[in-house]
């Protein structure tokens, strides 16, 4: 089976480095991270350590991660128009 010219195209996407196209996007990573990190010393300071939190911390790293990739492949970039 052979991948689709979309498939290969959409994996490039996925894969390559998007740099912010406007400061307006650069604001929306800074917002993503300073969001996430907040939630990350709210579970600090008010989850009991253990496995649950390990995994509470590795989830909120992983929606930031995510959310980042959003940011970065599916913003559409400013009309030139």
């Known amino acids: 089976?052979?991948?689709?010219q979309a498939e290969h195209?959409?994996?490039?996407?996925r894969l390559s480095y998007?740099?912010?196209?406007?400061?307006?996007?650069?604001?929306?990573?800074?917002?993503v991270?300073?969001?996430h990190l907040s939630l990350g010393h709210?579970?600090?300071?008010?989850?009991?350590?253990?496995?649950?939190?390990?995994?509470a911390l590795t989830?909120?790293?992983e929606a930031m991660i995510w959310s980042n990739a959003a940011v970065a492949?599916?913003?559409k970039p400013p009309s030139d128009a």
């Not at 195209?9 to 996407?13: R, V």
């Not at 998007?18 to 917002?31: G, L, R, V």
């Open 1 to 4: 089976m052979t991948a689709t």
């Open 9 to 13: 195209d959409d994996l490039q996407n």
């Open 18 to 31: 998007h740099p912010p196209a406007t400061p307006a996007i650069a604001e929306k990573h800074d917002q």
């Open 33 to 35: 991270r300073t969001l």
């Open 42 to 55: 709210w579970i600090l300071d008010n989850v009991p350590p253990g496995r649950h939190r390990s995994l």
């Open 59 to 61: 989830a909120v790293q």
């Open 73 to 75: 492949c599916d913003t």
